[in-house]
């Protein structure tokens, strides 16, 4: 559709123009400290044709970003397929492909911009794209960006969404964001960082963009000058340096060895408000069923983890559970758990490891165990077995959540002891 790309000729032009202006300045552009390999530079090896590769860039996208899916990621490997196809070794080519992804969804909607940060990821992780090469095509698109303001006033927003999608993909790519941020002007640089961690942590989790942010070492004043950082703008990040509250794992193999959240999945529990994106329970049912399997170890306890990371907002300075997604999404547990016994035995232990990992906010368990209760996803035979009978090897946290969810232990022993009552007099 037309709001999938740029309609303003103009300032794609005058982007263009800026291009052969300083397409010199960009081969000598800084030296970045880090390990990816770097394509070839040599233009005497490799020719190009700007207007066609514009062209081939324009309808890759096109076709990509009405393809994508969350439930397979075929349409990334034949988005990179097509790109291969026409993409040289040249440097500058590279540089204007990656200019003209970002051109291509800046008016489009934001589901467009964040599939195609997910194509910038792998095409830089495939290295089809160097790194040097995406900097210059993001350098190019950042001070172009002046140019595109009058026609789309959103232009840092936008860019930064597709920045945002792309950094939360893995650690490595939160590194770029310094230099990144040497283009930026300074009375852009704080609402472009705003921007940028925000859609970060949709797109992937307040967890691991923090991780993320922990192993790059930055501090605030690495990416916006000292001056411009107020007491307000410092806290709004304070989270970023807090330890971490829900470790990533460090390898896979420790992953299969303990239970966490498949960051896929949690981003299609979450999918419920982002705006033209709604995943339909069945495709997330689909997911699970491709990628996950009964006979893993931890496959309830992973599910239901995807689950509560997906409906934890507000980390700071206080956690809370978004009900409405915890409520609507709860047809897909109940969907996989199927009143089986281990099944929703395994479903609470989900919740105390969570909540314990948070450090038992306020009242977190009791909504969690009253949501599960009322959506009928845990019975209440299930949750006195939990209490009675605790797994020994699961014993962390157990009391504190046992102690949190007292009142609803109380309600349910009156409910039950009211239905004995009535039942005893119904028989009399």
């Given at each position: 559709?037309?709001?999938?790309?740029?309609?303003?000729?103009?300032?794609?032009?005058?982007?263009?123009?800026?291009?052969?202006?300083?397409?010199?300045s960009?081969?000598?552009?800084?030296?970045y400290?880090?390990?990816?390999?770097?394509?070839?530079?040599?233009?005497?090896?490799?020719?190009?044709?700007?207007?066609k590769?514009i062209?081939?860039?324009?309808?890759?996208?096109?076709?990509y970003?009405?393809?994508?899916?969350?439930?397979t990621?075929?349409?990334?490997?034949?988005?990179?397929?097509?790109l291969?196809?026409?993409?040289t070794?040249?440097?500058?080519?590279?540089?204007?492909?990656?200019?003209?992804?970002?051109?291509?969804?800046?008016?489009?909607?934001?589901?467009?911009?964040?599939?195609?940060?997910?194509?910038?990821?792998?095409?830089?992780?495939?290295?089809?794209?160097?790194?040097?090469?995406?900097?210059?095509?993001?350098?190019?698109?950042?001070?172009a960006?002046?140019?595109?303001?009058v026609?789309?006033?959103?232009?840092?927003?936008?860019?930064g969404?597709?920045i945002?999608?792309?950094?939360?993909?893995?650690?490595?790519?939160?590194?770029?964001?310094?230099?990144?941020?040497?283009?930026?002007?300074d009375?852009?640089?704080?609402?472009f960082?705003q921007?940028?961690?925000?859609?970060?942590?949709?797109?992937?989790?307040?967890?691991?963009i923090?991780?993320?942010?922990?192993?790059?070492g930055?501090?605030?004043n690495?990416?916006?000058?000292?001056?411009?950082?107020?007491?307000t703008?410092s806290?709004e990040?304070?989270w970023?340096?807090?330890?971490?509250?829900?470790e990533?794992?460090?390898s896979?193999?420790?992953?299969?060895?303990s239970?966490?959240?498949?960051?896929?999945?949690?981003k299609?529990?979450?999918?419920?408000?982002?705006?033209?994106?709604?995943?339909?329970?069945?495709?997330?049912?689909?997911?699970?069923?491709?990628?996950?399997?009964?006979?893993?170890k931890?496959?309830?306890?992973?599910?239901?983890?995807?689950?509560?990371?997906?409906?934890?907002?507000?980390r700071?300075?206080?956690?809370?559970?978004q009900?409405?997604?915890?409520?609507?999404r709860?047809?897909?547990?109940?969907?996989?758990?199927?009143?089986?016994?281990?099944?929703e035995?395994?479903?609470?232990?989900?919740?105390?490891?969570?909540?314990?990992?948070?450090?038992?906010?306020?009242k977190?368990?009791?909504?969690?165990?009253?949501?599960?209760?009322?959506?009928?996803?845990?019975?209440?035979?299930?949750?006195?077995?939990?209490?009675?009978?605790p797994?020994?090897?699961?014993t962390?946290?157990?009391?504190?959540?046992?102690?949190s969810?007292?009142d609803i232990?109380?309600?349910?022993?009156?409910?039950e002891?009211e239905?004995?009552?009535?039942?005893?007099?119904?028989?009399?």
């Open positions: 559709e037309d709001s999938r790309n740029i309609s303003h000729e103009q300032s794609r032009n005058e982007s263009d123009a800026q291009l052969s202006n300083t397409s010199s960009v081969r000598v552009d800084k030296t400290n880090h390990s990816t390999t770097i394509i070839n530079q040599d233009l005497s090896n490799t020719t190009f044709d700007e207007e590769t062209a081939r860039v324009h309808a890759l996208i096109e076709k970003t009405e393809n994508y899916s969350n439930l990621d075929r349409p990334v490997k034949e988005a990179l397929e097509d291969v196809a026409f993409s070794r040249s440097f500058d080519q590279q540089a204007i492909i990656v200019r003209e992804v970002f051109t291509n969804v800046l008016d489009a909607k934001p589901r467009a911009r964040r599939v195609v940060g997910d194509l910038l990821d792998a095409a830089h992780n495939e290295n089809i794209i160097s790194e040097k090469a995406f900097l210059a095509g993001v350098k190019m698109i950042i001070e960006a002046p140019d595109y303001t026609d789309i006033p959103l232009i840092w927003q936008y860019i969404e597709i945002g999608a792309f950094i939360g993909a893995r650690a490595s790519n939160m590194t770029l964001l310094k230099p990144i941020f040497e283009c930026v002007p009375d852009k640089a704080k609402l960082f921007v940028i961690i925000r859609y970060a942590t949709k797109f992937s989790s307040q967890s691991y923090q991780s993320f942010w922990q192993s790059s930055f501090s605030l690495d990416l916006i000058k000292a001056n411009l950082i107020d007491s703008f806290n990040f304070d970023l340096f807090d330890t971490p509250e829900i990533q794992s460090t896979q193999t420790k992953e299969s060895h239970p966490h959240p498949d960051m896929q999945l949690v299609l529990f979450k999918s419920v408000n982002d705006q033209g994106t709604i995943v339909t329970d069945s495709e997330i049912i689909t997911y699970i069923r491709e990628h996950m399997g009964p006979s893993e931890f496959y309830i306890r992973n599910i239901v983890l995807s689950y509560l990371e997906a409906c934890l907002i507000n700071d300075p206080q956690k809370k559970i009900e409405d997604i915890a409520k609507k709860m047809t897909v547990l109940n969907a996989i758990i199927e009143h089986k016994l281990e099944a035995i395994q479903a609470v232990y989900a919740i105390q490891n969570f909540v314990n990992k948070l450090e038992h906010p306020p977190m368990a009791q909504l969690l165990f009253d949501i599960f209760y009322d959506e009928e996803c845990v019975s209440e035979s299930t949750f006195f077995e939990w209490r009675q009978n797994d020994q090897s699961e962390e946290g157990h009391v504190v959540v046992e102690i969810t007292i232990f109380t309600w349910l022993q009156h409910t002891s239905l004995g009552a009535g039942e005893e007099e119904w028989e009399n």
